[in-house]
């Protein structure tokens, strides 16, 4: 069974369908216990990061979080929280991957946020099997996770960064596989098979 993290930072409908679509088991949850012993665990969420952690403190879900010893994948600012810290809010996060989140310095010519498809390079580990670089995904966000040992994939939006992190058991999207078409399911398909 696949844990669906809810705290309280939206996002879960989309995720919810995604995995329906694939035939997953899944459930929505905010219960340490259920989380804990869950097969799967997924953190999406859209936000400011310095709400999304303190939702997560407030549940009591942080040190959850940190013992988990199953796959996680976290979507968006399901990844930034388990950075070190974030420009947003000038927030400390979880720390269980080794990148800053910085916000996206504006231009005239580089929109922020960054919204829409993108392409992923660099791609490597077990969740981008089947997947090449240059296959598009989609993004919707004004702040990324520096380059850092635990990156897996990048894009470029003015500068490159971390499109995917990976350290140990965790695992981070910066972009929506659940809304980024076949890419994303196969992508999601991999995180199941982990």
Same mark, same amino acid.
């Given at each position: 069974?696949?844990?669906?993290?809810?705290?309280?930072?939206?996002?879960?409908?989309?995720? +919810?369908?995604?995995?329906?679509?694939?035939?997953?088991? =899944?459930?929505?949850?905010?219960?340490?216990?259920?989380?804990?012993?869950?097969?799967?665990?997924?953190?999406?969420? $859209?936000? #400011?990061?310095? +709400?999304?952690?303190?939702?997560?403190? @407030?549940?009591?879900? /942080?040190?959850?979080?940190?013992?988990?010893? !199953?796959?996680?994948?976290? /979507?968006?600012?399901?990844?930034? $929280?388990?950075?070190? @810290?974030? *420009?947003?809010?000038?927030? *400390?996060?979880?720390?269980?991957?080794?990148?800053?989140?910085?916000?996206?310095?504006?231009?005239? $010519?580089?929109?922020?946020?960054?919204?829409?498809?993108?392409?992923? *390079?660099?791609?490597?580990?077990?969740?981008? @099997?089947?997947?090449?670089?240059? +296959?598009?995904? %989609?993004?919707?966000?004004? %702040?990324?996770?520096?380059?850092?040992?635990?990156?897996?994939?990048?894009?470029?939006?003015? $500068?490159?960064?971390?499109?995917?992190?990976?350290?140990?058991?965790? #695992?981070?999207? !910066?972009?929506?596989?659940?809304?980024?078409?076949?890419?994303? +399911?196969? /992508?999601?398909?991999? =995180?199941?098979?982990?």
């Amino acid at each position: 069974m696949i844990a669906i993290i809810d705290y309280k930072m939206g996002n879960l409908r989309s995720v +919810e369908n995604a995995l329906r679509r694939l035939g997953a088991d =899944f459930c929505v949850t905010a219960d340490a216990a259920v989380i804990r012993s869950a097969d799967k665990v997924l953190l999406p969420g $859209v936000g #400011h990061c310095g +709400e999304a952690m303190q939702n997560l403190r @407030d549940a009591g879900l /942080i040190p959850v979080l940190r013992q988990l010893r !199953q796959p996680v994948l976290g /979507i968006c600012v399901g990844l930034q $929280v388990l950075c070190r @810290d974030s *420009e947003e809010g000038d927030t *400390e996060c979880i720390g269980i991957f080794d990148s800053h989140v910085k916000r996206f310095t504006p231009t005239p $010519v580089l929109k922020i946020p960054h919204m829409g498809w993108n392409t992923l *390079e660099n791609t490597e580990k077990k969740i981008f @099997d089947g997947i090449r670089s240059g +296959e598009s995904v %989609y993004y919707v966000h004004s %702040y990324y996770p520096t380059l850092c040992p635990d990156t897996i994939a990048t894009t470029t939006h003015g $500068v490159m960064f971390s499109a995917a992190l990976k350290y140990e058991q965790f #695992h981070g999207t !910066q972009f929506h596989p659940e809304k980024s078409g076949d890419v994303g +399911e196969r /992508i999601l398909q991999n =995180f199941l098979k982990l």
